[in-house]
């Protein structure tokens, strides 16, 4: 949500620190890649939440 973006844009480029997050996990798991946006946007607010923050991830694969 706008809140997960707002804190991390604060801190550096929110599309730097997705791509990054793309390419650098082996294993998608979308849990865990929302698991980590969430931490990283607490993090970078201080451990506070100033908005709302919701951070929704999904994973489409082709189906041959």
Known sequence: SDGVW???ESVE?????VEMLL?????FEP?????Y???MA???AGNQVPDDMCVIV???EKKD
């Open 6 to 8: 707002d804190v991390l």
């Open 13 to 17: 480029k929110p599309e730097s620190r």
């Open 23 to 27: 390419t650098e996990f082996e294993i």
């Open 31 to 35: 849990q865990v890649v929302a698991d």
């Open 37 to 39: 946006l969430l931490f």
């Open 42 to 44: 607490k993090k970078a």
């Open 58 to 60: 999904a994973s489409l």
